[in-house]
């Protein structure tokens, strides 16, 4: 009797499957996972096919040891996403399919959650709250407020608030909360009006949600993208389909997912980001993949969540650069969420106030439906822009005086102030005035950040880290100072100059403890903070209605970068944080200081002109034959020593087929020659047919994994997402 053969994925950096005898398998447990003999251990694995035959002869074929069926088995659909994902990405496909489970299923003993205890508020608890709560206790103000929203759980809630446990045990006490199942005992929302805009999207929208239909939603800062995406939602719910909601980044996700969480009071909704715990993350996926949940929002891994009953897929701030992964496997979950669609036939609506350039032509050739918000919802007019020219108004400790004195009005009237700096800690730069001597990082070819109050010198690419000298390794000078700015140094400017404003300071460094941004979030919301210093982690997304002042310090840098994109990622940044002020009925206004205010992307900017900056910047890429107008690959290589490198590169471009219509360039070192003690080379490849390109790459990558590598670690990166 002939064996049944198991064709399982294995989490190793080999492409293929691994044959075992299967005989207890059917059809049936393709995508369980598989426990099987690998080496001299035990390793788990995903079934991806049963065959009659494999190229091993039985004798030598090792046996499944199990099947878990206590979970049911990967869908055929998120099976065939992984399998893409291999083949267009050119990865190992056993790593993309244990990548795309939760990771305790990665290992083979796991233990599924209790449930979580939810709490709601009773209507005396409504009456009481937070009307009887001293004004200075911040931290049950939010506790009320988010209870306010809808039932929460109780971990949502320890985020909020130290001490919470004590805090929630009082009021049941009170008779102010009861314990509730899951999304229960909310008040059913107060629907805002639609704008015409807003209902011509809908509308459009919810012509075809039986088939792949791609929108992109062109809407300007404030213009209402979210209330469009909660009315599809509804829709899709009302339908009896689920919804998958993607963001960019997890400091997005608390304040999406209160509203979606005050839309959808009865619906189960998981929240899947990197930030959570393993068995949270578990509880959460198995119920999204057994149709429980019906709202699944979350960062880029969330587009490999199985949804048995699919029906609409959203990618908020569809242009940011954070939907591509930049490790290990390297795709864009954006356009995983397009081919997804098309997978499942269901639309897919991609939003941006500032959408990519690949997008935006995508519209203009038709092949997204564009679909425009051209005014704010609530009414309010666009902030007025204006530059500030630093080789007039010279900055002191970053801030020149126009910028300050607008500060000054704006906390003056009770108003909040955003101060703009993508760059975190004290200074970029530790320097000596006598020799020149900046401080290296070790390990990188780049500069050490200053962080004055942790005393430490930090690679912000490497993670490398030591103590300030007390003076000069290279002369012995004890005057080393601090060149530029950073978000901790102009804290410390903005409290000399404003003492008695309440301000903080939303960075990577500053957010690190978990629920910390919860918390910044809240008492910014809440008034208790009137001065905010942030990175791109506030640029984005978030609705402060007493924010009218913004001021963009340090944007220069993109301006003559010599990456292509440089240009779109500031426009669309600037653009993005500017958006931040006069949301609600108080008029904005957003400074920017630079010493370029003759740069034709400030023409645009300052007439919040994102069509004729796309038409500008297209134009460019045209000439150049760079994306969208071709496709590119990138073969990267690093090493000891960037000789090593170049020559492993060389000799994998002499291995290339012959493919007419690709562009295969020299090697070259990296912009960034050194990182994290390695030097690195790269070798561009280009063709305006994505076909050629991929075959070339289908052929060409089986050559390079037989080709000796010693002392080198490559990958290959398509589509890149940076130089």
Same mark, same amino acid.
């Given at each position: 009797?002939?064996?049944k053969?198991?064709?399982v994925?294995?989490?190793?950096?080999?492409?293929?499957?691994?044959?075992?005898?299967?005989?207890?398998?059917?059809?049936?447990?393709i995508?369980?996972?598989?426990?099987?003999?690998?080496?001299?251990?035990?390793?788990?694995?995903?079934?991806?096919?049963?065959a009659?035959?494999?190229?091993?002869?039985a004798?030598?074929?090792r046996?499944?040891?199990e099947a878990?069926?206590?979970?049911?088995p990967?869908?055929?659909?998120?099976?065939?996403?992984?399998?893409?994902?291999?083949?267009?990405?050119?990865y190992?496909?056993?790593?993309?399919?244990?990548?795309?489970?939760?990771?305790a299923?990665?290992?083979?003993?796991?233990?599924l959650p209790?449930?979580?205890?939810?709490?709601a508020? *009773?209507?005396?608890?409504?009456?009481?709250l937070p009307?009887?709560?001293?004004?200075?206790?911040?931290?049950?103000?939010?506790l009320?407020?988010?209870?306010?929203?809808?039932?929460?759980?109780?971990?949502?809630l320890?985020?909020?608030?130290?001490?919470?446990?004590?805090?929630?045990?009082?009021?049941?006490?009170?008779?102010?909360?009861?314990?509730?199942?899951?999304?229960i005992?909310?008040?059913?929302?107060?629907?805002?009006?639609?704008?015409?805009?807003?209902?011509?999207?809908?509308?459009r929208?919810?012509?075809?949600?039986?088939?792949?239909?791609?929108?992109?939603?062109?809407g300007?800062?404030?213009?209402?993208?979210?209330?469009?995406?909660?009315?599809?939602?509804?829709?899709?719910l009302?339908s009896?389909?689920?919804?998958?909601i993607?963001?960019?980044?997890i400091?997005?996700?608390?304040?999406?997912?209160?509203?979606?969480?005050?839309?959808f009071?009865?619906?189960?909704?998981?929240?899947?980001?990197?930030?959570l715990?393993e068995?949270?993350?578990?509880q959460?996926w198995?119920s999204?993949?057994?149709?429980?949940?019906?709202?699944?929002?979350?960062?880029? &891994?969330?587009?490999f *969540?199985?949804l048995?009953?699919?029906g609409l897929?959203?990618?908020?701030?569809?242009?940011?650069?954070?939907?591509?992964?930049?490790?290990?496997?390297?795709?864009?979950?954006?356009?995983?969420?397009?081919?997804?669609?098309?997978?499942?036939?269901?639309?897919?609506?991609?939003?941006?106030?500032?959408p990519?350039?690949?997008?935006?032509?995508?519209?203009?050739?038709?092949?997204?439906?564009?679909l *425009?918000?051209?005014?704010?919802?609530?009414?309010?007019?666009?902030?007025?822009?204006?530059?500030?020219?630093?080789?007039?108004?010279?900055?002191?400790?970053?801030?020149?005086?126009?910028?300050?004195?607008?500060?000054?009005?704006?906390l003056?009237?009770g108003?909040?102030a955003?101060?703009?700096?993508?760059?975190?800690?004290y200074?970029?730069?530790?320097h000596?005035?006598?020799?020149?001597?900046?401080?290296?990082?070790?390990?990188c070819?780049?500069?050490l950040?200053?962080?004055?109050?942790?005393?430490?010198?930090?690679?912000?690419?490497?993670?490398?880290?030591e103590?300030?000298?007390?003076?000069?390794?290279a002369?012995?000078n004890?005057?080393?100072r601090?060149?530029?700015?950073?978000?901790?140094r102009?804290?410390e400017?903005?409290a000399?100059h404003?003492?008695?404003?309440r301000?903080?300071?939303?960075?990577?460094d500053?957010?690190?403890?978990k629920?910390?941004?919860e918390?910044?979030?809240?008492?910014?919301?809440?008034g208790?903070a009137n001065?905010?210093i942030? *990175?791109?982690?506030i640029?984005?997304?978030?609705?402060?209605?007493?924010?009218t002042?913004?001021v963009?310090l340090?944007?220069?840098g993109?301006?003559?970068?010599?990456?292509?994109?440089?240009?779109e990622?500031?426009?669309?940044q &600037?653009?993005?944080?500017?958006?931040?002020?006069?949301?609600?009925?108080?008029?904005g206004?957003?400074?920017?200081q630079?010493?370029?205010?003759q740069?034709?992307?400030?023409?645009?900017l300052?007439?919040?002109?994102?069509?004729?900056?796309?038409?500008?910047?297209?134009?460019?890429?045209?000439?150049?034959?760079?994306p969208?107008?071709?496709?590119?690959?990138?073969?990267?290589?690093?090493?000891a020593?960037?000789?090593?490198?170049?020559?492993?590169?060389q000799?994998?471009?002499?291995?290339?087929?012959?493919?007419p219509?690709?562009?295969m360039?020299?090697?070259?070192?990296?912009?960034?020659?050194?990182?994290?003690?390695?030097?690195?080379?790269?070798?561009? &490849?280009?063709?305006?047919?994505?076909?050629?390109?991929?075959r070339?790459?289908?052929?060409?990558?089986?050559?390079?994994r037989?080709?000796?590598a010693?002392?080198v670690?490559?990958?290959?990166?398509?589509?890149?997402a940076?130089?």
């Open positions: 009797m002939p064996h053969i198991a064709r994925a294995l989490d190793v950096p080999l492409p293929r499957l691994f044959d075992y005898l299967g005989d207890e398998l059917s059809e049936a447990d995508g369980r996972r598989i426990r099987v003999p690998f080496g001299r251990k035990e390793v788990v694995g995903l079934l991806l096919d049963i009659d035959t494999s190229e091993l002869p004798e030598k074929l046996s499944v040891i878990d069926r206590q979970l049911s990967l869908a055929a659909d998120v099976l065939a996403l992984i399998r893409f994902c291999a083949s267009y990405y050119h190992p496909v056993g790593q993309i399919a244990l990548a795309a489970l939760p990771t299923l990665r290992r083979w003993h796991f233990q209790r449930p979580r205890q939810y709490f508020l *009773t209507a005396q608890g409504r009456q009481a009307h009887s709560l001293p004004p200075r206790a911040v931290a049950r103000q939010r009320a407020s988010r209870l306010l929203a809808g039932a929460a759980d109780s971990a949502e320890a985020v909020l608030c130290n001490g919470a446990a004590a805090v929630l045990q009082d009021w049941l006490d009170r008779g102010w909360l009861e314990t509730v199942q899951e999304g005992n909310a008040p059913a929302p107060v629907l805002p009006q639609l704008l015409p805009g807003q209902q011509a999207a809908c509308s929208i919810a012509e075809r949600p039986h088939e792949f239909a791609p929108f992109l939603l062109h300007i800062t404030g213009s209402g993208k979210t209330e469009v995406y909660l009315r599809l939602v509804e829709e899709a009302a009896g389909r689920q919804a998958l993607l963001v960019p980044e400091g997005l996700t608390p304040q999406f997912t209160q509203r979606v969480s005050v839309r009071p009865d619906t189960r909704i998981s929240v899947l980001h990197s930030g715990a068995g949270e993350r578990l959460r198995q999204a993949a057994n149709g429980k949940s019906r709202i699944v929002l979350g960062t880029r &891994l969330a587009v *969540t199985p048995p009953e699919l897929i959203i990618v908020d701030e569809e242009h940011d650069a954070s939907f591509s992964q930049q490790e290990g496997l390297r795709y864009s979950a954006r356009d995983l969420a397009v081919f997804r669609a098309r997978q499942r036939r269901v639309p897919v609506v991609l939003g941006s106030a500032t990519s350039l690949e997008s935006w032509q995508n519209a203009l050739d038709g092949r997204y439906t564009l *425009t918000l051209p005014v704010r919802a609530t009414g309010a007019e666009l902030p007025q822009l204006r530059l500030i020219d630093t080789r007039i108004d010279k900055p002191e400790d970053g801030l020149s005086r126009p910028a300050l004195k607008a500060i000054g009005e704006t003056a009237r108003e909040q955003l101060i703009f700096i993508n760059r975190r800690g200074a970029p730069v530790l000596c005035p006598a020799c020149a001597w900046v401080a290296p990082c070790p390990r070819s780049a500069r950040t200053l962080h004055l109050r942790e005393q430490r010198l930090r690679c912000h690419h490497c993670g490398h880290e103590r300030i000298p007390a003076d000069c390794p002369c012995g004890p005057d080393i601090a060149l530029g700015q950073g978000t901790q102009v804290e400017a903005l000399r404003f003492p008695d404003a301000s903080v300071r939303a960075d990577r500053a957010t690190r403890r629920g910390s941004w918390a910044m979030q809240a008492e910014i919301h809440a208790t001065l905010i942030g *990175t791109q982690l640029a984005k997304g978030h609705d402060f209605p007493e924010l002042l913004v963009v340090d944007a220069d993109a301006l003559f970068s010599l990456d292509f994109r440089a240009e990622r500031l426009f669309a &600037l653009l993005q944080v500017a958006g931040r002020a006069g949301r609600a009925d108080k008029a206004q957003v400074l920017i630079t010493g370029f205010p740069h034709p992307l400030f023409s645009h300052l007439a919040h002109d994102f069509p004729g900056f796309a038409d500008e910047q297209l134009a460019i890429r045209r000439k150049g034959l760079l969208p107008f071709s496709h590119q690959a990138v073969l990267r290589a690093e090493a020593r960037l000789a090593d490198a170049l020559a492993w590169l000799a994998a471009r002499a291995l290339a087929p012959e493919m219509g690709v562009e360039f020299e090697p070259v070192s990296a912009p960034m020659l050194k990182k994290a003690g390695h030097e690195r080379a790269q070798l561009w &490849l280009q063709s305006a047919s994505r076909t050629d390109l991929q070339l790459l289908r052929e060409w990558v089986l050559e390079l037989d080709l000796p010693r002392n670690r490559w990958h290959l990166d398509v589509d890149p940076e130089n």
